[in-house]
């Protein structure tokens, strides 16, 4: 399906009962609303799904700005267009960043958070931008760039305004086979109110790829609480 914002036409993938509360997934960096098709079935048995594909990935609009605020601005917005009042916010990597940064500003908006091995950037590691890849690519090189560039240099404010998040957020981390270094989630569950961290150990950084069973169960069992 498509919608129409200011950035461009976005393409999204919606699925579920229209009458079952909403939920809004946000996929990772060279990723698409795809990324989310293991988990989507079991999803959509309790909740109406919109996965967006982001700008510059997917079948979304090219565009001269690439940003993690650009990002969220467009989320504000495409919740806005489809009539959603309060949604669930689940993310994974670059997507769950964009996520905790929507939920630092418009916690008003959310029934909750679900961060998916992905916390704020926080400047450390090696962001050096690769030699673009050969041939045609599915997502727009500019802002692969643009991104690796704010994850070497991110606006501490991401960090600081994590207690802002006023909702119960979910954390989640693939365990010892994730590139994100251990004590990180924990620091950002420990930072957010009302979080619990989960770790499914083995399941590397896309989680809900690697073990979607336990990541539908983590998630069922944080929701029931």
């Not at 009962?17 to 609303?33: E, K, N």
């Not at 609009?61 to 949604?87: I, W």
């Not at 500003?105 to 926080?122: A, N």
């Given at each position: 399906?498509?919608?129409?914002?200011?950035?461009?036409?976005?393409?999204?993938?919606?699925?579920?009962?229209?009458?079952?509360?909403?939920?809004?997934?946000?996929?990772g960096?060279?990723?698409?609303?795809?990324?989310?098709?293991?988990?989507?079935?079991?999803?959509?048995?309790?909740?109406?799904?919109?996965?967006?594909?982001?700008r510059?990935?997917?079948?979304?609009?090219?565009?001269?700005?690439?940003?993690?605020?650009?990002?969220?601005?467009?989320?504000?917005?495409?919740?806005?267009?489809?009539?959603?009042?309060?949604?669930?916010?689940?993310g994974?990597?670059?997507?769950?960043?964009?996520?905790?940064i929507?939920?630092?500003?418009?916690?008003?908006?959310?029934?909750?958070?679900?961060?998916?091995?992905?916390?704020?950037?926080?400047?450390?590691?090696?962001?050096?931008?690769?030699?673009?890849?050969?041939?045609e690519?599915?997502?727009?090189?500019?802002?692969?760039?643009?991104?690796?560039?704010?994850?070497?240099?991110?606006?501490?404010?991401?960090?600081?305004?994590?207690?802002?998040?006023?909702?119960?957020?979910?954390?989640?981390?693939?365990?010892?086979?994730?590139?994100?270094?251990?004590?990180?989630?924990?620091?950002v569950?420990?930072?957010?109110?009302?979080?619990?961290l989960?770790?499914?150990d083995?399941?590397?950084?896309?989680?809900h790829?690697?073990?979607?069973?336990?990541?539908?169960a983590?998630?069922?069992?944080?929701?029931?609480?």
């Amino acid at each position: 399906m498509r919608v129409s914002l200011s950035a461009g036409e976005f393409e999204y993938v919606e699925t579920g009962d229209l009458s079952a509360p909403p939920m809004v997934l946000l996929h990772g960096l060279r990723s698409s609303a795809a990324t989310w098709e293991p988990v989507t079935p079991g999803l959509a048995e309790r909740w109406h799904v919109f996965a967006l594909d982001q700008r510059g990935h997917g079948a979304s609009a090219r565009t001269t700005e690439y940003s993690f605020e650009a990002m969220r601005d467009d989320v504000l917005e495409f919740v806005d267009r489809l009539g959603l009042d309060k949604f669930l916010l689940v993310g994974h990597s670059m997507g769950g960043s964009v996520a905790a940064i929507f939920a630092e500003q418009h916690s008003e908006r959310l029934t909750g958070l679900v961060l998916v091995d992905s916390p704020p950037p926080d400047g450390e590691g090696d962001w050096t931008v690769p030699p673009r890849p050969d041939g045609e690519l599915d997502y727009d090189w500019d802002c692969f760039v643009a991104i690796f560039r704010q994850l070497a240099d991110p606006d501490p404010a991401w960090w600081a305004d994590l207690p802002r998040i006023s909702v119960p957020t979910l954390v989640i981390s693939g365990g010892s086979t994730s590139p994100v270094p251990p004590q990180v989630l924990p620091e950002v569950a420990r930072r957010i109110p009302d979080a619990t961290l989960t770790t499914i150990d083995g399941a590397g950084h896309v989680v809900h790829q690697t073990r979607p069973t336990e990541f539908l169960a983590a998630l069922d069992q944080h929701l029931a609480r």
